[in-house]
C-alpha cells in the first residue's frame, strides 16, 4: 500500500485523484480537513511534513490565483497568489522533497493559462507559468532527489458546469486526475503533463 499526501483533497481535482489513486493510498490534506494545512504559510507546511513522516509521493492540488480584470487588479490580488499558487507549491517541494522515499514524485499543478492567456488572467498565467519553470528548474537539482512535475488542467468540465457554462468544452476532473496518478508513478522530473479537452 502506497502513503501518498494529496495536499487539495477537498477541492474537486484533489477529490478525483484520491478517488483514483484508492483513498486507503491516500493522506488527505487540505484548508478545512483532513490533516489541515494552508501552503501560503511555510510552518503549517513544515508542521504537516513533520506529523506525516515518510511518503512515497505528495499530489498538490491545493493553491489559489486570482482571475479579474487587469483594471480591477490591486497589489492584494498579485501578492495573494503569488504566496498561494506559485510560493506555496515551491514550499511543497522545497519542506516535502527530503520526506518522500526514492522513486517517488512531487506533482504540482499548474494551468493551460500559462500558455494561453486570456483577458482576466494575467495573474494566473504568470502564477502558473512560475510554477511551470520552478518544475523545470527542480529537476536539475541533484540535492532534491526527487521527481518534481505537473500537470496542467484546462477548464474543468465541473467546473464549467458550476459556473452555468456547457460542460462540454472542459475535461473531466477524473480524467485529469488520470492523468496526475500517470505523472506521480511515471511522469519525468520536470515534465508537464497538459490535460485539457482535445
Known sequence: MSKILV????????????????????????????????ISDPKSLEALFERLGELDGIVCAGGAARFKPWAETADVDWTFSLANKL????????????????????????GLAAQYPAPGSAIITTVNA??????????????????????????VAETLKAMGRDPAGGIPAADVAQITVRQVRDGASGSVAPAAKR
Open 87 to 110: 510560493l506555496g507549491q515551491v514550499n511543497v517541494v522545497r519542506y516535502g522533497a527530503s520526506r518522500v522515499r526514492a522513486g517517488g514524485a512531487i506533482t504540482l499543478t499548474t
Open 7 to 38: 495536499i487539495g483533497a477537498a477541492g474537486m481535482i484533489g477529490a478525483a485523484v484520491v478517488e483514483a489513486l484508492g483513498a486507503e493510498n491516500c493522506i488527505r490534506a487540505s484548508r478545512n480537513s483532513g490533516e489541515t494545512v494552508d
Open 130 to 155: 512560475g510554477v511551470e519553470a520552478f518544475v523545470r528548474a527542480a529537476a536539475v537539482e541533484p540535492s532534491i532527489g526527487v521527481r518534481v512535475n505537473a500537470v496542467s488542467p484546462g477548464w
